[in-house]
Nanobody, 119 residues
């Protein structure tokens, strides 16, 4: 059974850092594009970052230079290192599997982990 489980969210002050983790079950995430997507309160889904199976990375302009997506193939984990956090980064963060290596072709989602950036 395919399952994604996120962790690592929390409350952090502006300028702080967090690392989100996503454990994959039922498949090897090294064989898929994997992404982080977020949803701020009252807003729609926003794509944040993506990692291809060749480990090429892509980032939304709003997080470029501050966030880093990576994976550990041995542990079957996906990560999102978030630095210099801003209040606008407050959102529920989901990891997602891209089943077709194409934009927004996500076929598995985690339950989300909440990130709140506030003084």
């Amino acid at each position: 059974q395919v399952q994604l489980v996120e962790s690592g969210g929390g409350l952090v002050q502006p300028g702080g850092s967090l690392r989100l983790s996503c454990a994959a079950f039922g498949f090897a995430n090294s064989g898929f594009w994997m992404a982080w997507v977020r949803q701020a309160p009252g807003k729609g889904l926003e794509w944040v970052a993506e990692l291809t199976f060749g480990d090429t990375t892509y980032y939304a302009d709003s997080v470029k230079g501050r966030f880093t997506i990576s994976r550990d193939n041995v542990k079957n984990m996906l990560y999102l290192q978030m630095n210099t956090l801003k209040p606008d980064d407050t959102a529920l963060y989901y990891c997602a599997r891209n089943g077709h290596a194409a934009p927004w072709e996500y076929d598995a989602w985690g339950q989300g982990t909440q990130v709140t950036v506030s003084a």
